[in-house]
Each structure stands twice: as C-alpha cells, then as structure tokens.
Nanobody
Framework: VQLQASGGGLVQAGGSLRLSCAASGSIFSINVMGWYRQAPEKEREVVAT???????NYADSVKDRFTISRDNAKGLVYLQMNSLKPEDTAVYYCNAGTILRSYWGQGTQVTVSS
C-alpha cells in the first residue's frame, strides 16, 4: 500500500482546509485509515480515524471542527478541517492499517496564522 497526501497549505485562523490521501496498491486490504499530525518538537498524535465501515474517532482537540471521510472503492480518505486554530499547525500524515501492518504517507504541512 502506498499513500499520497495533499491539500495542506497556509490559512488564517478560522479558515478551512481539506486534506486528501490517495491509497494505491492493495487498497481492499485496508481496514482503518486515519490522519495524524506532528507539530515542531512534539510527538506525533492521532487526529482522526475511520474504519472501513465508517466508524469514526476524533481527538478531543478537533471534535466538532474536523470531519474524516473515506471512499473505500477508490482508496481515498479526506480530512475536512474547519475553524482552524494556530495550534492546528503541524505536518499532517495519512495512515492506513491492514491486518499485517501500518502504512504512512508523506506529510503535508498545515500552517494556521493568527
């Protein structure tokens, strides 16, 4: 499984961005997909995850602001980010999990200016 993330950028506080991640390869082996982020000098943390069946989980810090969705047939996962805050600034990583292992995409930078 290979993952290609896109959609990061610079946005003002209160704005919105939509991240996309395209999986290729054995996409039908993917169970859970998710987005993680890592801010400078901080550990990588989970932002949101979604199962193949559509069950979602969110970090408390992004609940009611971010929405994760996926298209199983196309191997796509999205993260709609609204009401962005400066503390959301980080490199965002796409993740896909199969029963054998976890895969990571390259990061995409999200910068929120105050």
């Amino acid at each position: 499984v290979q993952l290609q993330a896109s959609g990061g950028g610079l946005v003002q506080a209160g704005g919105s961005l939509r991240l996309s991640c395209a999986a290729s390869g054995s996409i039908f082996s993917i169970n859970v997909m998710g987005w993680y982020r890592q801010a400078p000098e901080k550990e990588r943390e989970v932002v949101a995850t979604i199962t193949r069946g559509g069950s979602t989980n969110y970090a408390d810090s992004v609940k009611d602001r971010f929405t994760i969705s996926r298209d199983n047939a196309k191997g796509l996962v999205y993260l709609q980010m609204n009401s962005l805050k400066p503390e959301d600034t980080a490199v965002y990583y796409c993740n896909a999990g199969t029963i054998l292992r976890s895969y990571w995409g390259q990061g995409t930078q999200v910068t929120v200016s105050s």
